[in-house]
């Protein structure tokens, strides 16, 4: 035994594979152990054993093959690399253990099959099973049976795919062998306990007598359904509920939702094999088939009836067998023979299913109409064919043609077709039946329940009862409304009647056999895709009734149908509760109405209803008004109120009061009443009739508007519109039109009846009057928001210039949504569930297109024009195809009926001649846009046609026939073209142009579908062997497209598919997948639920996100369906994630433009986060070289393959640089419209521009350079941050180019390096720029320091890095390069640093060389500017360079790596560049975006997400704020301890307690605004304020709009915080604005947005309710008149422009608002003449000019009130008066003057003004009044001014001449005194401009003090006494004594006076002034307020609380919200500044 100690000492693994059997069964014996042993299922121990156990299983020794297949058993069971031997051993198994005479090996054997199928690898087990049957020895097949049956009754159909064994079944019943014949024979059984009949069909053919045996065991196989026992590891979960039920005991009640599990249903269609029959027919049948005699018409058919019996046929062209059946079925004189044809038919629609579908257009018509026949046998042959027909297509695509046999006058037919309506109904469910098919199917059958005949009557009662059923009465209802009771009844009965396919038993277990629905089927009638009907169940309508326990597919029942069964009840009382009802109030007679009237409203108003006395019908009314008012709903007799007040006089009368009262109580009796459609026709041609008066229309058409609400807007729109055009009056019929636009503005646009309006609206269009013709092009331009461009196709006919008209209208509208609607929607959503709206919704954009007036062009189609197009020689086909060409161009729009050219077409598509391909291809184009979505039905037997010549191998050919399956695909939807097995079949082809142009079409489409059939797997197996393709463009499609399959099909099944590759292709096919996974795509989110519908294409479609799946649960609708006409229009189709689709780039040459639509960048989720992560994990090579090697292109390339459009990736890396220009010109194009697919692959985007750099073209260097530019505008606008991974592999190439020798070039990337500091932080920058100074090129050298000097002097020392003495260090070591240029660039950098940082330059250079150091020392002297004391503006990272990048901060997009405080910088950042180029008016400044629209809103809603993440470095020192101080004695503080200690940068202290003014803790706040006020108010501190004006703004209007959107809404906030945070902050404000230097610092934005805070503020009514509140807004008053006064006069003027143009244009704002933004440019037109030499009036003039064009003069004088117009006049005049001609000269800035509406304006006015020299009747100036005394005649005016002069010239009067010309201009502000001063010296006209001015001051200055004036403008001449709002209460003396009222009449009287009112009639004192300006104290008061507040908060922190505010200061109140003057109050600020002091240290 001494050989034995040897293998004793060998590892186990070596053991096993001993020669010596001893050692191997020692081997297995030990491997067992270790087996058991191992914890680790991922031990790397297996792996060493994954090579050996085949032979463990396959061992030669008896002995030792036991033990080996334990151990196998135990390998497989636990090791988790076990599944990769599968193969392998289970072929060992079946071919070396099945035959083992031992009993233990054959078990152990199928225990490790079993294993197998545990541990998930089912498939290939089954497949060597398989194989095993064919195995010669019986043993072995017995054995395999047997584990068959052993893993079905385990682990259930499921998992054990039953098709393969049942295909193999029948052949076991044929073995000699009797042991195989039993086992088959209990397989069978086991069989049948799963699927149960649909085993029969497969084991028809079996020899009977072994039938005969099954069918006894049948029997006894028990009806419990069978459960799953043995579970998948994937499947513990169901194990567990297993166990625990078993536990419970057994199958109590194990129905429940395991059932649904358990039992997946089999449809015995799919296990029977085709079978092929075309090839099959007799030679002569399309001989014998048209032979004269009957007989052998019979015969011919006899022949197919035997065919067609084949329960499953293959697919194949059955187009011409379809077409002679149809023949006989219509033409036949035979009725035998009738009912054989529709028989075969039947048979053929059975056999096919769903791939029958394609031909079902063109039979069910000529089967309807043939239902004329009476013979039984004839009509049951019928019934059978197209109930068997239906099945195979969707009702939507039969719809037309039922629907047009309907009318026919044939009883039967009618009969037949209804009865057919209801069969199908059965098949269908509430998501297949939507209201846009049972809309015209009610309305068709409501007529049948009407018929004379009653069969028909019947069947229609059906019919509808069917559709009440499944649709439930929520959606019929509707369609019901004017049905009679007894009818409705009836239909309901019928109802009840009905069982459906879809069984709607109530609960119950048979239900829930359905198993989970397989999601493909969808609801597209899934009758066909999954149902058991065989062909006899089709005969036996008994059999549809067991259906439904054996279906597949549809729509979940468990959820829908209940739904749709409670819907009934729920709906009744839900949405329609109330109208249907009302529906049904019949008329009442004259008499019962004044009984019921006489019931509730008071004797005396019936009696004097048709006084004759006005007074009393008025008073009458009044009555009446009141009794309606106080009437409940359900007591308010509506018809009988209406009636009354239509009695005479009616509608007829003539008092207006009376009459707008009357209409007033409609609106009312609508509004509260159960307000009936009989009820709205009593009043409705009454409200018509006056909707045109002049003071009744408005109330006329409030009465519309409630009825409309009351009885829903289509109806009352339709009759308003209808009475309105059936009279004469235009106004009537303007004013409707406008009130319906309106109205669908509120009301939305569902269910309006377009084709009604449409022949309206072309009635008005034509009309005479223009006001008519204005409506009824406003009115399209609303139902254009709806409905988008398919609206124009009904006006395609109108004149040229009224078209333009319309089009111009259309076009305003483009790019808006549409409003969602405001009324009529409470009564819709009381019924359950959204699904109807969603539905609604849906049909508006598809209704468009149904409503076009379409033409019937079957006629045309003649067989003669058929047989032209398949003549044999190709000049008469090309004749035929030219003809269809010209029918579809003439008919425009056309039915879809279209005879025999779909199959005429089809032959051509595979004509030889490829012209005539290409013509064909175009006409199929031109017919889809022509039948629009109708083509559907055409899809399967034209559509897939299409497709295959995608395989074409001419490139022009592919391109257009991919053009027309896109063109069809926008017309139909994708799902018609995924179901069915048509595109596998196509796929299948191994034609590689066809492979991977339909892989490219299908990755186009796929990722904007939310859900897809699931035939979409049979494409599957197709995909993966195109991954595998010779050919490389098939490969890369392939792949292109996984992942979209992926999205849809899910991994798992995908990767379940890979099973049937070979094991190589496998490995490869799988990690592709897991490739693809990380890639796939998120499904589109369905199009979100709003009215608006996408216009035109033209926005992209609004999503919302995923969780609003919620139509999809029941249906798996197939479309996203976000836009009708995707591409198309150029605009955006919605892509996932809503990118927006590349505009269809226009050349005409089609071989150019291969397939260029679509996005050219691919958003992959995540994508750019898993390639950094590749590159850090050293994955893939790191972009870091000196010239680009080929690996680093190539890795480029296949990171860009799956994000960048295949085309477009060609272009880049071509080898020809001209396709790199066109690439760059691509990707130009598509900036703005793909900025999310370009920021999600920006770093790809940037490394190949790096690529560029590397290029010697200089044309391919510009256009990258341009790129680059556009690129970082657009990021910088989209607020992103580039991450350090795309800086480091981007700069450095970018800076190499700095030093290219070429000027324009450096210049451009200089400008770039510039661009990139607002997307990527200077400081980091710097280092790169600095790397570059140590380059070769000297070139570089020298730019690279300039560039650095730039970045010091824009962001202050700390750019530099590491530290700014390394920094200067290197920079200094340049002064000594030996290049000049360099050494120059060095010195000028260090001299810019020495301005920002002074002297103390010199410590951080260190030491220089002597030469060096004298060298800058002489530059420092000769250039250098002196250092400001502290370099404030700098600190902050704040680019001061003038771009005009416009800064539209909008806070969504960030970088990663960026905390909130640096988004805070970005927005100051861009913020101050925008200022820089407020300043230097570059461009046109207006067209910059609103500058902080879109955060604003979200940093409220993060309540302070900035405060959060403010530095660290801060946060601490903040404790000291709030513990109180103590000090001894109080002081005036020095600024806040904040500003000095915290360290020495003030600027970032200031930054930061900026920062914390936007904060949402009101603390945080208040705290930050007393230290900046503290600031502002010590003059040598306020300096340091300078630079951060904006910012401070920003922070202040954020904190506004915070307080007005949340704080004030906020219930818990004491409303006193809020008051005292609007304190500090006006209080804030008024301090800086007293300042006139910082004031000026505020730019145009950021002023707009703070008078637009300001404003709201002062009209937010809540602040008044507020205790305190009125005080704020006083002080918000002042604020706003010290803004107007201070701020830089350009700035605020343009400020205001802008937003007095915003708010007219917003319909949100307020009338109020624009009113106060007007009175404030009011204020500022009487300060120009002091301001005017300080105003750029060049932007001044643009931004008039910009308003002008946005608001032309039409549209101004449309507006509600004329102040708009007025003020723009009056503004425009002043400048023209203090200009004069100059003022022509100011339009330089805007761009095409001549069309300029201003310059026309302007050069009116001067013309007017030389016109009028002295005379005052120019209405247009300022204060122009038609008052008498004004009427002095021109000789007079002169007489007047000739004395003033006279006086001016004599020595004694020149004082008095003065004045008295003072007064004069004063009254007379027009009077022209040019000709007077003309013809005097010089120095005599400046004399008399100097002494006015002086008189001027000196009244200014008293009156100032002596009163507060208040201005009343007057423009346009019209003295309308303007309405002066006098302060009338108290107005505290500064010494608290009150002032008598003769005060304030002797004021009132100077006022009058100064505007030129006279002082006669002493009235009450008009109401509202416009511009009151307190008098002084007031203002002292206000400030006074702000100060002890603000100091009170100070004191607080000084322990000095309990201040009495009011002891010392009198309020002042009733000053209402206006603009309060700063006049005195400027005067006096440092007064009240010594009073606040004196009241400070009186209260210590």
Same mark, same amino acid.
């Given at each position: ?27 297995? !014996? ?10 680790? !299922? ?89 194989? &095993? ?196 079925? +219509? ?71 039922? =629907? ?43 007529? *049948? ?103 597949? &597919? ?11 069964? +409670? ?263 009381? +019924? ?94 031109? =017919? ?51 179901? &069915? ?156 994630? &809503? ?605 008039? *000019? ?28 002043? =400048? ?234 009198? *309020? ?33």
């Amino acid at each position: 035994m001494g050989d034995d100690s040897e293998w004793m000492k060998l590892p186990i693994d070596q053991k096993c594979e001993h020669k010596l059997w001893k050692a191997r069964l020692n081997g297995y !014996e030990e491997a067992l152990k270790l087996f058991q042993k191992i914890d680790d !299922e991922k031990s790397p121990e297996w792996s060493k054993y994954l090579g050996l156990i085949k032979k463990f299983v396959t061992d030669s020794n008896a002995v030792a093959q036991l033990k080996g297949l334990e151990a196998a058993l135990a390998y497989v069971e636990n090791a988790h690399v076990a599944g990769k031997t599968t193969g392998e051993v289970a072929s060992g198994v079946v071919n070396k253990v099945f035959n083992q005479p031992k009993a233990r090996a054959k078990e152990l054997g199928l225990d490790i099959c079993l294993m197998y199928i545990e541990i998930e690898k089912g498939e290939a087990v089954q497949e060597e099973l398989l194989k &095993g049957l064919d195995n010669k020895n019986p043993k072995i097949i017995v054995a395999c049976i047997e584990t068959l049956r052993k893993a079905l009754s385990e682990f259930g159909s499921k998992i054990i795919s039953l098709k393969p064994i049942i295909k193999v079944l029948p052949k076991l019943f044929e073995s000699r062998e009797k042991a195989v014949r039993d086992e088959a024979k209990l397989l069978a059984v086991e069989i049948y306990r799963w699927i149960r009949d649909a085993l029969r069909p497969p084991l028809q053919n079996i020899n009977s007598v072994q039938l005969k045996e099954l069918e006894e065991e049948w029997v006894k196989v028990s009806s419990v359904a069978p459960k799953q026992t043995r579970f998948l590891r994937s499947q513990q979960e169901l194990k567990a509920k297993f166990e625990q039920q078993q536990a419970v005991g057994g199958d109590a009640d194990g129905g429940g939702d395991d059932e649904e599990e358990a039992v997946p249903q089999v449809d015995a269609y799919e296990l029977l094999e085709a079978v092929e029959i075309l090839s099959k027919l007799p030679k002569d049948f399309y001989e014998k088939i048209e032979a004269k005699k009957w007989q052998e018409r019979k015969e011919a058919l006899e022949a197919v009836e035997l065919l067609v019996k084949n329960p499953k046929l293959e697919s194949g062209d059955y187009a011409d067998l379809v077409k002679v059946l149809k023949k006989v079925v +219509g033409k036949d004189t035979n009725v035998m023979l009738v009912a054989l044809a529709a028989k075969c038919l039947a048979g053929l629609a059975t056999g096919l299913r769903k791939k029958f579908g394609q031909y079902a257009g063109h039979v069910v018509p000529t089967i309807l109409e043939k239902f004329k026949e009476k013979k039984p046998q004839v009509v049951q042959a019928l019934q059978e064919a197209i109930d068997a027909i239906f099945l195979t297509t969707t009702l939507q695509n039969i719809s037309e043609d039922v =629907l047009a046999v309907m009318d026919n006058k044939n009883p039967t037919i009618k009969q037949q077709t209804s009865l057919f309506i209801a069969r199908s109904f059965r098949h269908c469910t509430p998501s297949t039946l939507p209201k846009s098919l049972l809309k015209p199917f009610c309305a068709a059958l409501l007529k *049948h329940i009407n018929d004379s005949a009653p069969e028909v009557r019947d069947a229609g009662f059906e019919a509808l009862g069917t559709a009440l059923k499944v649709a439930g009465e929520k959606a019929v209802n509707p369609f019901l409304a004017d049905v009679d009771k007894l009818k409705l009844d009836r239909i309901k009965e019928c109802a009840e009647k009905v069982e459906l396919v879809y069984g709607k038993k109530t609960g119950g277990t048979a239900e829930k056999k359905e198993g989970k629905p397989i999601t493909g089927k969808t609801p597209a009638l899934s009758g066909a895709g999954g149902d058991k009907e065989t062909k006899d169940a089709a005969t036996k309508p008994g059999l549809l009734k067991k259906a439904p326990a054996v279906k597949s &597919g549809g729509p979940p029942k468990k959820g829908k149908p209940a739904a749709a069964a +409670g819907m009934g009840g729920a709906g009744a009382k839900g949405k329609k509760g109330p109208e249907t009802k009302e529906i049904f109030e019949s008329e009442l007679s004259i008499e019962v109405c004044e009984e019921k009237a006489a019931a509730v409203l008071p004797a005396s108003c019936i009696q004097q209803l048709d006084s004759g006395n006005w007074k009393e019908r008025l008073a009458c009314m009044e009555e009446f008004q009141k009794a309606v008012e106080l009437m409940e709903r359900n007591e308010m007799p509506c018809q009988a109120l209406v009636r009354m007040l239509a009695k005479k006089p009616g509608w007829k009368e003539t008092n207006f009061q009376v009459m707008q009262m009357k209409l007033h109580i409609v609106a009312l009796i609508a509004q509260k009443g159960n307000f009936s459609k009989t009820s709205a026709q009593v009043v409705l041609d009454g409200l018509v009739d006056k909707v045109g008066d002049v003071k009744c229309g408005s109330n006329a058409k409030e009465a519309m508007t409630a009825i409309a609400e009351a009885c829903q807007l289509p109806w009352t729109a339709e009759q308003v519109v209808a009475m309105a055009f059936s009279q004469k009056n235009p106004k009537n019929q303007s004013e409707t039109l406008n009130w319906l636009s309106n109205a669908i503005k509120e009301f939305g646009f569902s269910g309006l009846n377009v084709k009604a309006f449409i022949s309206n609206v072309k009635t008005a269009l034509a009309a005479t009057n223009p006001a008519v013709r204005t409506s009824a092009i406003t009115l399209l331009g609303v139902m254009y928001l709806y409905m988008g461009p398919p609206l124009r196709m009904f006006f395609e006919d109108e004149k040229p210039a009224l078209l333009s008209q319309i089009d111009a209208e259309f076009e305003k509208m483009q790019g808006q949504t549409a409003p969602t609607p405001t009324r009529g929607i409470s009564r819709h959503s009381g +019924g359950g569930g959204d699904d109807g709206e969603e539905e609604e919704q849906e049909d508006v954009g598809n209704d468009v297109v149904d409503l076009l007036p379409r033409t019937d062009i079957g006629d045309k189609i003649t067989a003669e024009l058929v047989s032209k197009i398949g003549d044999k020689n190709w000049k008469i086909r090309k004749e035929g195809l030219d003809e269809v060409t010209s029918i579809i161009n003439d008919a425009k729009f056309i039915q879809p009926n279209i005879g025999e050219l779909p199959a005429a077409l089809k032959s051509r598509l595979n004509d030889s001649n490829k012209i005539l391909v290409q013509q064909t291809l175009s006409i199929l184009q031109q =017919l889809a846009t022509a039948m629009g979505p109708n083509i559907k039905q055409h899809v399967k037997n034209l559509g897939i046609p299409v497709i295959t010549v995608l395989g074409d191998s001419k490139n022009n050919v592919r391109a257009a026939a991919l053009a027309t399956v896109n063109a069809w695909a926008e017309q139909t939807g994708m799902k018609e073209w995924l179901e &069915g097995e048509d595109l596998a079949e196509e796929l299948k082809k191994e034609n590689p142009f066809l492979r991977q142009e339909l892989l490219g079409w299908l990755a186009e489409k796929l990722p904007t579908l939310r859900s897809v059939p699931s035939d979409l797997l049979l494409c599957v197996p197709h995909l993966y062997s195109c991954l595998e393709d010779r050919n490389g463009d098939v490969r890369k499609k392939a792949q292109d497209a996984l992942p979209f399959f992926m999205m849809h099909l899910g991994f798992e099944k995908m990767a379940k598919a890979t099973s049937k590759l070979k094991p190589t292709s496998k490995d490869q096919v799988l990690a592709m997948l897991e490739k693809a996974k990380a890639n796939m795509p998120a499904k589109p989110a369905p199009p979100a639920k709003a009215s608006s519908r996408v216009v035109g294409g033209a926005a992209p479609a609004k999503f919302q996100p995923a969780s609003a799946l919620a139509e999809d649960s029941g249906s798996n609708t197939m479309e996203s369906k976000p836009d009708p006409k995707k591409a198309k229009a150029g605009g955006t189709s919605s892509k996932a994630k &809503g990118v927006q689709g590349k505009k269809v780039l226009s050349k005409p040459n089609l071989k150019e433009d291969d397939d260029k639509s679509g996005p050219i960048f691919i958003i992959v989720p995540n994508g750019k986060e898993q390639r950094m992560k590749d590159e850090k994990g050293l994955k893939v090579l790191k972009w870091n070289f000196t010239t680009p090697r080929d690996e680093y292109i190539e890795q480029l390339k296949t990171q860009m393959s799956s994000c960048v459009a295949k085309w477009l990736q060609d272009e880049m890396f071509h080898a020809d640089f001209q396709h790199h220009n066109k690439a760059l010109a691509v990707m130009i194009e598509h900036l703005e419209s793909e900025k999310d697919g370009v920021i999600s692959c920006l770093d790809l985007i940037l490394k190949w521009l790096t690529l560029r750099f590397f290029d010697t073209n200089t044309s391919v260097l510009m256009k990258a350079l341009e790129y680059l530019k556009l690129l970082f505008n657009l990021l910088s606008q989209e607020e992103y941050h580039l991450t350090e991974n795309e800086a480091s592999s981007f700069i450095p190439y970018l800076i190499l180019k700095v030093g290219e020798p070429k000027d324009v070039i450096r210049k451009d990337v200089r400008a770039i390096l510039n661009r990139m500091c607002l997307i990527y932080p200077a400081s980091k920058m710097f280092t790169f720029i600095m790397e570059g100074t140590k380059s070769k090129n000297s070139k570089q050298r020298a730019e690279c320091l300039e560039e650095l000097g730039c970045l010091v002097e824009s962001y202050g020392m700390n750019v530099c890095q590491p530290t700014p003495g390394k920094a200067l260090k290197e920079m200094a070591t340049h002064i000594g390069d030996r290049d000049n240029t360099v050494r120059n660039a060095a010195l000028n950098t260090i001299v810019t640093v020495y301005n920002v940082h002074g002297d103390q330059v010199f410590k951080l250079i260190g030491n220089l060389s002597e030469k060096d150091m004298s060298m800058l020392e002489e530059r420092i002297k000769r250039s250098a500017k002196r250092p400001s004391a502290a370099p404030v503006r700098q600190a902050e990272e704040k680019p001061q360079r003038t771009q005009n990048i416009s800064a539209n901060a909008s806070m969504l997009r960030k970088g990663p790596a960026e905390d909130m405080s640096s988004k805070l910088k970005i927005m100051y950042r861009t913020y101050r560049i925008q200022n820089r180029n407020m300043g230097s008016h570059s461009e046109t400044t207006h067209t910059v975006p609103r500058e902080f629209q879109l955060d604003l809103d979200e940093i409220e809603n993060d309540n302070g997400t900035v405060r959060c993440e403010m530095p660290a470095l801060v946060q601490h020192k903040l404790d000291d704020i709030f513990e109180p101080v103590l000090i001894p004695e109080p002081k005036i503080r020095a600024v806040s301890p904040h500003f000095d200690d915290m360290h020495s940068n003030t600027a970032s202290t200031i930054n930061f307690v900026i920062s914390q003014v936007a904060s949402g803790d009101i603390n945080t706040s208040i705290q930050a605004l007393a230290q900046i006020d503290e600031v502002l108010r010590q003059e040598d501190k306020a300096e340091a304020m300078s630079g951060h004006i904006d910012q401070f703004l920003i922070a202040t209007f954020m904190q506004l709009r915070l307080i007005y959107n949340t704080h004030m809404a906020d219930e818990k906030l004491d409303k006193d915080e809020i008051v005292k945070l609007y304190s500090c902050i006006i209080g804030s404000m008024i301090s800086l604005f007293q300042i006139e230097s910082l004031a000026r610092e505020a730019s145009t934005g950021v002023l707009k947005d703070l008078m637009h805070g300001l404003i709201t503020l002062m009209l937010d009514s809540r602040v008044e309710d507020v205790e305190d509140g009125e005080q704020v807004i006083r002080s918000v008053n002042l604020l706003v008149v010290k803004v107007l006064e201070k701020s830089d006069q350009t700035n605020i003027l343009s400020a205001l422009l802008v937003l007095l143009q915003d708010s007219l244009l917003a319909t949100a704002s307020s009338p109020k608002f624009s009113e106060l933004v007007m009175k404030c440019l009011w204020r500022m037109v009487r300060l120009l003449p002091e301001t005017i030499n300080s105003i750029n009036l060049d932007r001044i003039l643009l931004d008039i *000019h910009i308003f002008m064009k946005v608001f032309p003069k039409e549209k101004l004088k449309q507006c509600k009130s004329e102040f708009p117009i007025r003020t723009l006049k009056t503004l425009l005049h002043t =400048l023209c008066k203090l200009k004069g001609p100059k003022i022509l000269d100011h339009l330089t800035m805007i761009d095409n003057k001549n069309e300029s509406e201003l310059e026309a304006h302007l050069c009116r006015v001067m013309k007017h003004s030389m016109d009028q020299t002295g005379s005052k009747a120019d209405k247009d100036t300022e204060k122009g009044a038609s008052r008498t005394e004004e009427k002095a005649s021109k000789a007079k005016v002169n007489d007047i001014l000739a004395e003033i002069f006279k006086k001016i010239g004599s020595k004694e009067n020149t004082k008095e001449g003065l004045a008295e010309l003072y007064e004069y201009k004063k009254k007379y502000s027009d009077a022209d005194i040019e000709p007077f001063l003309k013809n005097s010296s010089q120095f005599f006209q400046s004399y008399v401009e100097r002494g006015l001015r002086l008189i001027e001051t000196e009244r200014e200055g008293k009156g100032r003090i002596a009163a507060s004036t208040g201005i009343s403008p007057q423009m346009e001449g019209t003295c309308v006494p303007a309405s002066t709002h006098t302060v009338s209460s108290s107005i505290g003396n500064t010494n608290g004594e009150e002032v008598g009222p003769s005060v304030y009449l002797e004021r009132l009287k100077i006022l009058r006076q100064r505007c030129g009112l006279d002082n006669a009639k002493e009235d009450r004192p008009p109401l509202t002034s416009l511009l009151s300006k307190p008098a002084l104290p007031t203002v002292a008061s206000s400030t006074d307020m702000l100060h002890s507040k603000l100091s009170q908060l100070r004191e607080s922190r000084e322990q000095y609380q309990h201040l009495d505010l009011d002891s010392n200061q009198t *309020h002042s109140s009733g000053i209402g919200t206006t603009l309060a003057s700063p006049s005195s109050a400027a005067a006096n600020i440092d007064d009240l500044k010594k009073r606040l002091e004196r009241i400070k240290s009186s209260r210590k």
